[in-house]
């Protein structure tokens, strides 16, 4: 029988920290909803001590989640294990994940500590994270820049303590894939009680090699692997966990261990990420893009149909891709939207909440006849980010253009209950729109990315707008999709602008309604 390989996601934590990724509790629910759905092993929910918000979304993910193992990241300071601990009370099954760093650098530079100090705070913290729960995981920070003897004392030393996965992050993404798999097989075969804690890897991704560098340690005797769903995650990313997972599918023939994922869920769980976070997958993504499994020279659409094997490796029913069908339209009833619904993982709270969804969707019907489940989900990701952030409301938008000339438009939005209006022009529809906005929600704040998705396909297809809005170092993403373009990306500037959350100025409207 082959090894088991332990998924550990680290999207809710290390996907956080890319830049304009940060989500709020309710999101971060939903996502880990998602990779329960998925079978990961453990979900790493966040880092308790970094805010109030983090240890709320950890207990709530904790609360919510029955079948992963919820796991809460600390440095090795008692307030963080502590903070930790409490906020993973609530999960059916726990770990403290703690680290600190080894590599010469951050020791002397970052920490200023000496190394026998570093094995220190190591031990103590996993003793005192053991009162907590017996799932205890340690990662030296950087030691993918670490010198390897000392590597070999303090993992020696942290599970004696008790830490049962040791964690060898490559935290600047500076190794190399055969050098960093040797690196894992050295310690392995050097520290005399490695038998009693599981080798795990997590890879930054830098250099473009997080993904090879991970297949590397695991062919090399690593069982868990950290990564990320569409390899989100600081600066360049995180190891992407759909293409772990499928490269340790699709070559059995070479890996001599399997994971326990449902990889028919990996696009929709892709989706949902992309469009909570608002980074958009790129066409040509491996795997989840939109063009992963498209065929454009005749030569390949021909081998195609004779054999799919000719140009397919992996089919793309089995991570999650259905024939674009059309799911439900305008005479559908409210059991089918909600059966389809509950297919898609949305489980409504109230009725009353399932009867806003579905007049929300009987709309959309009477602008787009055909309804896929990517309409859903953004349907679904949109209710989401208003329900949470009310402050502003976009109640309408009029926008006159004409070959020729200025285009402007008039726009009315809810702030804080009370309706106002306000007009601007711009060089298209959509930058006046968002002038006008501007002119009313006063953010300040730089245009950092625009950008459009279609959601499905056809003429009358959605589009997603993502927004990022960034203000002296914060950085925020506002989502929003429509079939009109123009109406998305004012949905979507709201969205960002209820993020950034600005103190709005009675005197910036240009008239109440
Ligand atoms: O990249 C890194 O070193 C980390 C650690 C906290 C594991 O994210
Ligand atoms: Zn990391």
């Known amino acids: 029988m082959k090894d088991k390989l332990i998924i550990f996601d680290t999207t809710l934590r290390d996907g956080e920290q890319s830049p304009g990724a940060s989500m709020t509790t309710d999101e971060k629910v939903r996502i880990a909803s998602a990779l329960e759905r998925l079978n990961v092993d453990v979900i790493e929910a966040g880092f308790p001590i970094a805010s109030v918000g983090d240890f709320e979304a950890v207990q709530a993910v904790a609360k919510t989640i029955k079948n992963s193992t919820i796991c809460a990241l600390a440095r090795t300071l008692n307030k963080d294990i502590d903070r930790a601990g409490e906020a993973i009370k609530p999960a059916n099954r726990s770990r403290i994940h703690t680290f600190i760093a080894t590599s010469p650098i951050h020791m002397q530079m970052k920490l200023k500590m000496q190394p026998e100090e570093v094995i220190e705070y190591a031990v103590k913290a996993i003793k005192r994270a053991r009162k907590y729960t017996d799932d205890i995981e340690f990662s030296p ?59 795990s890897v997590h890879c930054h991704n830098d250099l473009g090699l997080a993904v090879a560098n991970s297949l590397s340690a695991i062919e090399n005797g690593a069982r868990q692997v950290e990564c990320t769903i569409n390899g989100l995650g600081e600066r360049a990313g995180n190891a992407s966990l759909e293409e772990i997972v499928m490269a340790i599918h699709t070559r059995q023939d070479i890996f001599e261990c399997e994971t326990r994922i449902k990889t028919s869920e990996i696009v929709s769980c892709s989706r949902l990420v992309s469009s909570i976070t608002g980074f958009p997958v790129q066409p040509n993504k491996a795997i989840v893009g939109a063009n992963a499994f498209a065929h454009e020279s ?26 674009n069908k059309m799911i439900l339209g305008k005479h559908s009833g409210r059991s089918a939207f909600k059966d389809r619904m509950i297919k898609l993982g949305v489980e409504f709270q109230s009725v009353q909440e399932l009867n806003e969804a579905f007049s929300q969707f009987k709309d959309l019907a ?90 499905s396909s056809g003429m009358d297809a959605q589009g997603e707008v993502t927004i990022r809005l960034e203000k002296g170092g914060r950085i925020v993403n506002g989502l929003g999709a429509d079939v009109d373009i123009v109406i998305a990306s004012a949905k979507a500037y709201i969205h960002a602008a209820n993020r950034l959350d600005t103190p709005i100025k009675k005197s910036y409207s240009q008239g109440i309604v």
């Open 298 to 323: 005749g030569i390949h659409q021909d081998g195609v149909l004779k054999n799919r094997e000719t140009y397919e490796i992996m089919r793309a029913e089995d991570v999650g891709w259905s024939e």
């Open 366 to 455: 009477d602008k787009k006849h055909e309804i896929f489940d990517e309409d859903l989900q953004a349907l679904i990701s949109q209710a989401h980010a208003y329900a949470d952030q009310e402050r502003i409301v976009l109640i309408s938008l009029r926008v006159q253009a004409e070959t020729g000339e200025i285009p402007r438009a008039h726009v009315i939005l809810r702030v804080d209950n009370r309706e106002v209006y306000s007009q601007a022009s711009g060089c298209g529809m959509v930058d006046a729109s968002l002038k006008a906005i501007e002119i009313i929600v006063k953010t300040e704040a730089t245009l950092a990315l625009y950008s459009v998705n279609s959601i």
């Open 141 to 199: 920070e950087d030691a993918g820049r670490s010198d390897e003897d000392f590597l070999c004392r303090i993992l020696e030393a942290v599970i004696k303590a008790g830490a049962t996965t040791v964690n060898i992050p490559d935290t600047v993404g500076y190794n190399l894939p055969q050098q960093f798999g040797t690196t894992i097989s050295h310690l392995m075969e050097r520290i005399p009680n490695a038998d009693k804690a599981i080798f």
